[in-house]
């Protein structure tokens, strides 16, 4: 009912959104009477900010469209290369007509960038994945808003997602031998739970495992976000924040955590900081200041467009990862394609080189929770692990913006190329006829 709520209030205020818009570029238009008025543009400015609080916020476009290769711009095409469900993996795809350029582009590794499915779109990896075009091929786990999936496609679990996970690692170990794989935030649990089974299978694993600020151990440091997820039981979760999706989306009648909750929840994790920025918005509106409110328009574009999440795998995001972390205590059984049930064991993982990447200020994934992945592999040697803590960074500091490009990226591309001849196993035939069996459904409890 909630959320039937919020589509009708939404729709009551488009026409008001709409009006607001056009008031704006009335009032700040010279040519325009309205533009003549003494205080146009602080009309302009109220109207533009009313605009952009009532507006709807779509998913974003990636606009990636060239990237910077050894200072030669080489063009990019971004496709979708294996459509799910419930997510797509796009790819970067670099071309130039520069033999030597040619050359490079084909010689640099293939990286699979495994984004959040948390409440918003992978655009918000877009600085990440600009970054990484430089010296990589690109892939991206581009999940879709479950408002948006139909019914008869089924539901999406957690177990899904560590599945389709291995499956893309499959895909581009077919493509270039091996790959290597980041995961930032959320994923960074499911996407160790993918290289452990694969490797509990004796499959090939990715040469390296980069994990940027997730919950690894979310006992360590826990932030207010852990608290909420592991002070409420997994029946408060089911009741006050599952709603089905109403009729006027293809995914009517779908159960999900929607997305303008979680953007509550967001905001109101800082309210006085989004505020001060508004107030900054329209006062940078009046004096001019082009730079600093296209910046804010860029910024709030990503930060407000947020996707509903199937109900089935958020609740067991919030079981498993926060409240018996099943990971950590080795009690994390998956079911597989196959329709099999196979316990994680990180410790099976013997070829992968792991690098785990915590900010200092990091408020959503607190100290230790990441660095916690080398307490679980094991028998990785040394040699191949490493750890690195980002002084004055917050959670979104370390994949983009200044620090990330500046600091984390270097020694992350070091670590890549270090370790992209690492040593790999061949698939067993019991793996091969695993993967060939018929799928059959186990029943999940949750």
Not at 64 to 80: F, I, Y
Not at 290 to 316: G, I, P, W
Request: hydrophobic content about 35%.
């Amino acid at each position: 009912m909630l959320y039937q709520i919020y589509e009708t209030h939404r729709a009551l205020m488009e026409p008001f959104a709409d009006f607001a818009q056009a008031a704006a570029k009335l009032y700040s238009n010279p040519l325009s009477p309205f533009g003549q008025n003494p205080l146009a543009q602080r009309m302009a400015a109220g109207y533009d900010l009313a605009y952009r609080l009532g507006k709807d916020y779509e998913r974003p476009q990636f606009g990636l469209t060239t990237a910077n290769v050894d200072g030669v711009d080489v063009a990019v095409q971004e496709r979708v290369e294996i459509d799910k469900p419930f997510c797509e993996l796009r790819r970067f795809k670099r071309f130039s007509d520069d033999p030597k350029t040619l050359t490079k582009l084909k010689s640099q590794p293939a990286v699979l960038i495994v984004a959040p499915l948390s409440g918003h779109y992978a655009t918000l990896l877009r600085d990440t994945v600009r970054t990484m075009l430089k010296d990589h091929k690109v892939y991206i786990t581009d999940w879709k808003n479950a408002r948006t999936v139909p019914l008869e496609q089924g539901e999406f679990h957690l177990d899904d997602y560590v599945n389709y996970v291995q499956e893309f690692i499959r895909h581009l170990q077919g493509i270039y031998g091996n790959c290597h794989v980041i995961s930032v935030c959320q994923p960074t649990v499911p996407v160790l739970a993918a290289v452990s089974l694969m490797a509990s299978r004796g499959e090939v694993t990715p040469l390296t495992m980069t994990m940027m600020g997730g919950p690894i151990d979310a006992r360590k440091s826990p932030t207010a976000v852990n608290n909420l997820a592991m002070n409420k039981s997994y029946e408060w979760f089911e009741n006050n924040v599952i709603y089905r999706v109403p009729t006027n989306f293809p995914g009517a009648g779908r159960r999900v955590y929607p997305g303008f909750l979680q953007h509550t929840g967001f905001v109101a994790m800082n309210p006085d900081r989004h505020a001060s920025n508004h107030y900054d918005y329209f006062k940078n509106l009046i004096k001019g200041d082009d730079a600093s409110t296209e910046a804010h328009r860029k910024f709030y574009d990503e930060y407000n467009a947020v996707l509903d999440m199937d109900a089935d795998y958020y609740l067991e995001t919030i079981r498993v990862v926060f409240q018996e972390f099943a990971l950590v205590n080795g009690t994390w059984d998956v079911i597989s394609e196959s329709g099999d049930l196979e316990r994680v064991r990180p410790e099976d993982i013997t070829t992968t080189a792991h690098f785990t990447v915590e900010g200092e200020l990091d408020d959503i994934s607190g100290s230790g929770q990441t660095e916690a992945a080398h307490d679980l592999c094991v028998n990785v040697p040394k040699a191949r692990q490493k750890h690195m803590e980002v002084k004055g960074a917050g959670h979104y500091g370390i994949f983009s913006g200044r620090r990330w490009r500046e600091t984390v990226y270097p020694q992350v591309k070091e670590f890549i190329a270090r370790h992209n001849a690492g040593p790999t196993i061949k698939a067993s035939g019991k793996t091969a006829a695993a993967l060939a069996a018929p799928a059959k459904k186990v029943a999940r409890q949750t």
